[in-house]
């Protein structure tokens, strides 16, 4: 075939896409000319320091340790892994409404998007170790994404079209929650023999900051109405047994990031009465620490209203599963 009937041949085929499409296909062009023919373009992009392929409950995802410690997932993988397809009719990777990916773009997931999924939903392009483009997204986005459907199922919120994600999701949860996403990537790719032996101090000083702020409304009156509604406790206005406390650490500040609830409990010690000066949210930094805190607060509210009254062990059973403590072995359930 002639230069010239190939010339025929991709005009006509460019002609039945769509002008979403022909967009995306010429920016990916042009940045991948860019970057080919331009040695400089070595320093446009960051350049991954380690990869590998994670294996989660049996979904195969790329990913890439970058060089300022972002992990980051590919992003064909990351869509496959939830149940679609990786390739959006017309092209069209992000909502031009919304400006969010399309498969979270949906109308009826917008009232359980947070600040977090939006800071982390926008697409990285960074070179694998030996060069080559790729795109991804933050490994954070994974489970932020899995929460926001889990969240709309149990509101009863979701499509017929969007409950196989939904079951994705809690597939995923459960397969990298013993760990964490982050560990998961690190083991994956190699990267855990180089990393830092203070990258544990590092995460408490991401969530504890030591001032104190004053949150309130932190824990909002439904959690613990949702509490006691599983236990079957009556309600008399807001009055709390103790037990309530030693739940709250158990599901919440244990499960939040390793070492964080020893970390609180050392600075902000009880007295001889079991009371402590301030609430432990107050010691939680703005930018992490307390944002982290209020998302897992409405996790527990949305997975707890999935439970009828009185089944306070098996809603307990299903936060054990899904937010194991750091070193504890993960649940199994083998029916009856």
């Known amino acids: 075939m002639n230069d010239s009937a190939q010339s025929v041949g991709g005009l006509a085929r460019a002609e039945k896409l769509s002008p979403e499409r022909r967009s995306v296909i010429a920016s990916n062009a042009a940045r991948t000319r860019w970057a080919t023919r331009h040695d400089s ?18 979904f195969k995802i790329q990913c890439a340790n970058l060089p300022d410690g972002t992990r980051v997932l590919s992003r064909a993988g990351f869509v496959r892994a939830m149940g679609r397809t990786g390739k959006v009719k017309g092209g069209q990777v992000y909502s031009p409404e919304s400006k969010l990916p399309i498969f979270i773009a949906a109308e009826n997931l917008k009232a359980f998007t947070d600040t977090l ?4 939903s926008n697409e990285i392009v960074f070179r694998t170790p030996h060069g080559v483009l790729s795109i991804g997204y933050r490994a954070e986005l994974l489970t932020s994404v899995c929460s926001l459907f889990l ?46 032996r203070k990258a544990l101090q590092e995460i408490l000083k991401k969530y504890i900051d030591g001032r104190l702020y004053e949150w309130t409304n932190t824990f909002p009156t439904s959690f613990f109405k949702e509490i006691f509604r599983l236990k079957q406790w009556e309600w008399k206005a807001g009055k709390m047994p103790s037990l309530v406390g030693r739940y709250v650490n158990d599901l919440v500040y244990a499960r939040l990031a390793p070492d964080v609830l020893r970390t609180l409990r050392e600075m902000n010690p009880a007295d001889e009465k079991g009371r402590r000066k301030v ?3 107050r010691l939680l930094t703005r930018d992490i620490g307390h944002p982290e805190l209020v998302r897992r607060i ?7 209203r999935a439970f009828k009254p009185g089944e306070w062990e098996p809603f307990k059973s299903l936060v054990y599963r899904t937010f194991p403590k750091n070193g504890q072995t993960m649940e199994l359930d083998f029916g009856d």
């Not at 373009?41 to 049996?58: K, M, N, S, V, Y």
């Not at 929650?177 to 830092?196: C, M, P, S, Y």
């Open 151 to 196: 969240k709309a199922d149990a509101a009863r919120k979701l499509r017929p079209n969007q409950k196989h994600i939904a079951e994705r999701c809690r597939v995923l949860l459960e397969g990298f929650a013993n760990v964490g996403i982050n560990a998961l990537v690190d083991e994956a790719t190699g990267f855990q023999e180089v990393r830092d």
């Open 117 to 120: 999924l939006l800071e982390n």
């Open 41 to 58: 373009a070595q320093d446009a992009f960051p350049r991954a320091t380690h990869e590998g392929t994670l294996d989660i409950a049996g």
């Open 279 to 281: 609430h432990h949210h």
């Open 298 to 304: 409405h996790e527990l509210l949305g997975m707890a």
